[in-house]
């Protein structure tokens, strides 16, 4: 079994590629050739979307921007879905090729153009889950928010001083587009 995964998605289908040493993926399902007589009209997942748009799925459903977290034999992922409103979803399962199974929380973050894009850790020191996001404020301009939660479903609160990071400066940047956490 490969030793290490990343994801990767666009419009809604949601795909994982394996590697043994970091450098060399492969995509669950096999290699994507790319064949200019049929071009995909989405981004390919080379057969294996492992999360796919809910059927029938909302007019301009989009889903992407994926965290997860390995905890306890079950994989847990929070994504970016724009579902009729603006929402960070949380699927689990036992293993990254699926099957995924949404979960009934949610968190709402309203109407905006970018983001929320968010990142999970685990804090095992504090047993806190903690969620870096885009915070929507109309603008995209440079603003991280914060959530916690004791556990991975939620509730979700959110920190007392939000924003947690606001950008001062131009060298800073005008727009943040990740946020992520180390």
Known sequence: ?????????????????????????EPYGGAYTYDPANPPNDFPTNGNP??????????GYRS???????KDGIYHMWRT?????????????ADPRGPWTLQSDKVDMGSYEYGPH???????ERNLYLMLYLI????????LGLYTSSTPSGPW??????????????????RLYRSSMV
Do not use: R
């Open 1 to 25: 079994t490969p030793s290490l995964g990343d994801w990767m998605g666009s419009g809604g289908n949601i795909g994982v590629a394996f590697s043994e040493d970091g450098k060399t993926w």
């Open 50 to 59: 492992v999360v796919k748009p809910p059927q029938p799925a909302s007019s």
């Open 64 to 70: 992407g921007e994926m965290a997860v977290v390995f």
């Open 81 to 93: 879905a724009i579902d009729g409103g603006l929402y960070i979803y949380h699927d689990t399962a």
């Open 118 to 124: 968010p990142d999970v850790v685990y804090d095992a």
């Open 136 to 143: 929507p404020n109309g603008t995209n301009v440079g603003q």
């Open 157 to 174: 609160t959110l920190h007392p001083i939000n924003p947690i990071f606001s950008a001062q400066s131009d060298w800073e940047g005008t």
